[in-house]
């Protein structure tokens, strides 16, 4: 431990950020790097770029979390402070859109009098004036030779230095129909406008790489655009294999960062043009403790792991399973915590951190968690049966095989760190089967579970470990019960009649315990159709309105993000459109209003569904909540906001952000089939090979508050 260090630092602020969102700037990312084996992987990549000058594609690849964008930004930050800035770097988020409009965001990093500099080689006479302008269009055209064979770049660039025509020339590099003066000189309308902005884009990146010697571009969340219509097709895999080709023909350093899922949408001649693939490193104990100190350095001038010891910071890294966003955010509430208590963080309060803030599970909801799949799948079943003498711990749940002395144990741990508790568990199983020979034993962690431990246990219980996710919990718990009861009868060998008498006692309990969940699901939507009725909820859901009066409309790319939002999560759940048909006009007219509640009512009597729906509308309604906060704050502070203000900003962005984490959006998916089953009908587009599923869809919704905050202070 580091007890020698003392209190807890004190200090004005808490130098942990709440958020844990990487804020681009133009010197980094403001905020710790640990030296990781990616961020030694990319780093060493792009040393040999600056080093050879040889264009290349790298892919930075890493879930939610990882620090994809924190590496992208550092690693131009490490370009500046290893040429003296003399090499041209530039961040861009992809946008969920085309390519043009990757493009002109390419644009906006730049300006009109930025690439005119870049053109200044090309100009003798310090006046400005070309002695020959054909001869500038030839002398252009030939060097861009290497990224497009198009005349019209020559044309478009001759023309900018030119400022009687320089105007409409930016225009038409912009991605703008050629004006007079263009189509006078030659220059015709794009028969493929996505493909003309890609080449561009190549041009400027050999422009710079003329001028500067070398060029870096990061291209973030390309996972973004690829999958904007759904899944790429030909088209968009032939614009982003010319995209790659055109930066490295240029001599540039091309980064893109995405989800893992990116690589498995890619063709394989895009594949192929990708050099080295650098996959997110999850964070150890000893990268924990080093961010600690770096970060404390930074915010104390003492690079201190106080209010953290070494066990806490362990303990930490094993339950955020390495994750950086998950481990700042930790360190952030963990260090207020110890602040407040005047005491160091301890297991207790990672602990409870913890399943606040990633609604970590707890005993109690695990059991209830194990009584549902047991009573859904029609096992008799006892809570804390004693197995052996009264020395002994009682078994959590005891599934028996009736009339034999026989069974099935389910027991509940909470994570399993040392080897002392691996040796605990290993012993308690050695006496079950002592005093109960015919018995198998399921081991479910409630937390975290290292591998090498779950290894260890897994030659003692009768199947792997368990080890708690709320995806894949109900699903894995019911395929282990059946195996083993079906090995124990195979054991003790019960007859055949026996046996079948078992199972159809059992699925005659499955039958009443689903007939009692119906009549109650029935009670319970009444209650909630008594609730909405008088509030005027029972019919169109309403979308979001403008803020009225003098308040100003959102900028435009901000209200763009959160129209996308609302947009995405319509398109994900089908929700929304199947209660407005189940309530359509003609619909009622038709049928008597009968066959469209009948498909939802259907639907909705799967639990699953219930649980989706619920947390579709729950976040819906965060969404146009933190819309409407952010409205206000834009109307009170869009001008010169002040620190306070920033603040505020902030305090309004992880609110979304923790609210958003807190849900379990991964339930959304269930919904897929919904989305599909509305999709029908003449005038309606076929949603089922272009809705997104919920691994694309929630890039749009987690990191919101972050992007809002970054857009809004980009002005």
């Not at 969102?21 to 990781?36: D, H, I, K, P, Y």
């Not at 018995?439 to 199947?463: C, Q, R, Y």
């Amino acid at each position: 431990m580091d007890a020698v260090e003392g209190p807890p630092a004190a200090g004005p602020v808490n130098p942990f950020s709440p958020t844990a969102v990487a804020r681009v700037t133009e010197q980094g990312t403001g905020g710790s790097t640990v030296v990781t084996a990616a961020v030694r992987d990319a780093t060493d990549q792009l040393d040999d770029y600056l080093r050879t000058g040889d264009g290349a594609v790298v892919a930075l690849i890493g879930d939610y979390g990882t620090g994809k964008t924190h590496l992208a930004v550092e690693l131009l930050a490490h370009t500046r402070r290893v040429t003296g800035a003399t090499v041209q770097g530039i961040y861009l988020d992809a946008p969920g859109d085309t390519f043009l409009s990757l493009h002109r965001r390419f644009l906006t990093r730049l300006s009109r009098d930025a690439v005119r500099e870049l053109l200044a080689d090309y100009v003798p006479d310090p006046t400005g004036v070309t002695p020959s302008g054909d001869q500038l269009v030839r002398r252009l055209r030939a060097d861009l030779a290497e990224v497009t064979t198009d005349p019209a770049f020559g044309t478009a660039l001759a023309m900018l230095l030119d400022p009687s025509t320089e105007a409409a020339a930016w225009d038409w590099l912009s991605g703008h129909p050629p004006g007079p003066a263009l189509v006078a000189a030659g220059v015709t309308p794009s028969t493929n406008v996505e493909a003309t902005a890609v080449e561009a884009m190549g041009v400027l990146a050999l422009l710079h790489g003329r001028r500067h010697d070398r060029f870096v571009l990061v291209l973030d969340e390309l996972d973004k655009i690829l999958t904007a219509g759904g899944r790429p097709g030909p088209e968009t895999m032939a614009r982003l294999q010319r995209l790659l080709g055109v930066f490295t023909s240029a001599g540039a350093l091309l980064v893109i960062a995405g989800l893992p899922d990116m690589l498995h949408l890619l063709s394989t001649e895009v594949r192929q043009r990708i050099g080295p693939i650098v996959r997110m490193s999850a964070l150890t104990g000893e990268d924990v403790r080093t961010f600690i100190r770096q970060t404390q350095l930074r915010a104390f001038g003492q690079a201190r792991l106080a209010p953290f010891t070494v066990e806490t910071t362990e303990y930490l890294a094993n339950l955020a399973d390495g994750v950086p966003r998950r481990v700042i955010r930790l360190c952030y509430h963990l260090f207020q915590r110890a602040a407040q208590a005047g005491t160091p963080v301890t297991h207790v309060m990672v602990r409870e951190v913890v399943r606040v803030q990633f609604d970590l599970a707890n005993r109690q909801d695990v059991a209830a968690d194990v009584r549902r799949v047991l009573t859904q799948d029609g096992w008799s079943y006892q809570r804390d049966h004693l197995v052996g003498s009264m020395r002994d711990l009682p078994v959590d749940f005891w599934i028996p095989l009736e009339e034999r002395n026989a069974g099935c144990c389910v027991l509940l741990s909470e994570s399993v760190l040392k080897a002392e508790e691996v040796d605990d568990l290993n012993r308690r199983v050695v006496a079950i089967r002592a005093a109960v020979p015919d018995s198998e034993v399921i081991l479910v962690v409630v937390g975290h579970l290292p591998a090498e431990f779950g290894a260890d246990l897994a030659g003692t219980f009768s199947v792997e470990p368990i080890v708690h996710d709320p995806q894949s919990f109900a699903e894995d718990l019911s395929g282990s019960v059946k195996a083993l009861m079906r090995r124990l009868e195979q054991a003790i060998g019960a007859d055949a009649l026996t046996s079948v008498r078992r199972r159809v006692e059992r699925i005659h309990r499955q039958q009443s315990n689903t007939q009692r969940s119906i009549e109650h699901l029935s009670y319970q939507l009444d209650e909630i159709r008594g609730e909405l009725r008088p509030a005027g909820l029972l019919g169109v859901m309403p979308q979001h309105q403008p803020a009225t009066g003098a308040t100003p409309p959102l900028p435009g790319r901000v209200a763009r993000v959160f129209v996308e939002a609302i947009d995405a999560l319509d398109q994900l759940t089908g929700f929304e459109r199947r209660l407005r048909d189940a309530f359509a006009p003609h619909r009622v007219a038709t049928v008597g209003g009968a066959d469209g509640g009948q498909a939802l009512r259907s639907l909705l009597r799967s639990r699953d569904v219930q649980r989706a729906v619920g947390t579709s509308v729950v976040l819906r309604r965060l969404i146009e909540a933190f819309r409407e906060g952010v409205e206000q704050w834009y109307d009170g502070h869009r001008v010169d906001p002040q620190p306070t203000d920033l603040e505020r900003l902030d305090l309004l962005c992880e609110t979304y952000d923790g609210i958003a984490e807190y849900l379990p959006l991964f339930q959304l998916d269930t919904l897929s089939g919904l989305a599909a089953a509305g999709a029908g009908g003449e005038d309606s587009p076929d949603l089922t090979d272009r809705s997104p599923t919920w691994s694309q869809a929630r890039s749009v919704f987690d990191g919101l508050g972050g992007r809002v905050r970054q857009l809004l202070l980009a002005g």
